[in-house]
């Protein structure tokens, strides 16, 4: 109403906040893809708290966030689907299935299907990967559109599809769910 915007500023130099997500809490998380941090801004202090992830590679680029809080990010750089959990304040990772050493698979877009499953895009691979948080299974959806870069992916959870928004080759792609 007043036009007014409030600036909050990062302790880390080039942290590059990008992806960003509301928690089922009111708090907002933010990847800081020029780190290994994750944000977290509380709305009714206005403290924004940085959290290290485990491995100092990781550049969290986009997130998702499940019904009990756990936040998910792909770490684009690495190669890697991670999960952080706020109340036990623990991080757990996985290598995504098209990993090689010295060359990840670029994870980028991320987000929860109505079942729970985690779908994450591996933006070299012209792949979509379903990741089971029960089993820690993953199983790989390939995207027939060589060269799309999946930026976004938006979870319709009445129809039960995933939209995929793909960069570079001005489409959209919709995976029907069981």
Do not use: C
């Not at 709305?43 to 992830?53: G, M, S, V």
């Not at 499940?66 to 304040?89: E, F, N, Q, V």
């Amino acid at each position: 109403t007043t036009g007014e915007v409030k600036l909050y500023d990062v302790a880390t130099p080039a942290a590059k906040p990008y992806g960003l997500q509301r928690a089922p809490d009111g708090s907002l998380w933010i990847a800081m893809f020029g780190t290994n941090k994750l944000g977290h801004l509380d709305p009714k202090t206005a403290q924004l708290t940085e959290i290290d992830l485990p491995n100092a590679g990781a550049r969290p680029r986009r997130l998702a966030i499940t019904s009990d809080g756990r936040i998910w990010y792909s770490d684009y750089a690495r190669g890697y689907l991670g999960m952080y959990d706020p109340k036990t304040k623990t991080a757990k990772e996985w290598p995504t299935p098209n990993t090689k050493p010295g060359s990840g698979s670029a994870p980028y877009g991320i987000g929860i299907a109505p079942d729970g499953a985690v779908w994450f895009n591996e933006a070299r691979n012209s792949t979509m990967v379903r990741f089971d948080p029960k089993s820690e299974q993953m199983e790989v959806v390939a995207v027939p559109t060589k060269g799309s870069v999946i930026r976004n992916v938006s979870v319709d959870s009445v129809r039960h599809r995933l939209w995929l928004a793909e960069s570079g080759i001005s489409r959209l792609g919709r995976i029907d769910l069981k």
